[in-house]
């Protein structure tokens, strides 16, 4: 049975593998949220899912293609919603159900 360590490196070399073996398409197909799905990543490298995140070689490595691939224009970085917008468009929202229940009950 093979220690952690030695592990830990074969799902490093099957990374390297699968990584040389795929296409601009295929990462594209597998890309989720601007990063590559974790889950269709170990499928394809053989390991499990946890690997990707507690092998730190692996995570480098899988973080260099992600970099790669952005910089190659193939996906970009997640853009996320600034909190300050998400309260405006909130209290946006609650003024305008406001106004409806208002009319509503004028309605009626």
Same mark, same amino acid.
């Given at each position: 049975?093979? @220690?952690?360590?030695? #592990?830990?490196?074969? =799902? %490093?070399?099957?990374?390297?593998?699968?990584?040389?073996?795929?296409?601009?398409?295929? +990462?594209?197909?597998?890309? +989720? #949220?601007?990063?590559? =799905?974790?889950?269709?990543?170990?499928? &394809?490298?053989?390991?499990?899912? @946890?690997? %990707?995140?507690?092998?730190?070689? %692996?995570?480098?490595?899988?973080?260099? %293609?992600?970099? @790669?691939?952005?910089?190659? &224009?193939?996906?970009?970085?997640?853009?996320?919603?600034?909190? #300050?917008?998400?309260?405006?468009? @909130? =209290?946006?929202?609650?003024?305008?159900?406001?106004? +409806?229940?208002?009319? =509503?009950?004028?309605?009626?």
């Amino acid at each position: 049975m093979a @220690s952690g360590q030695q #592990k830990a490196q074969q =799902n %490093l070399d099957a990374f390297e593998v699968w990584q040389a073996t795929q296409t601009d398409d295929d +990462f594209k197909q597998i890309t +989720f #949220k601007g990063q590559l =799905n974790r889950i269709e990543v170990a499928k &394809g490298v053989g390991c499990g899912k @946890s690997a %990707l995140n507690q092998n730190p070689a %692996l995570r480098k490595a899988l973080k260099s %293609l992600e970099d @790669s691939l952005r910089e190659r &224009g193939l996906y970009h970085r997640c853009q996320k919603v600034p909190k #300050k917008r998400l309260i405006y468009r @909130s =209290n946006m929202i609650t003024q305008r159900i406001a106004g +409806f229940l208002i009319l =509503n009950v004028y309605l009626y």
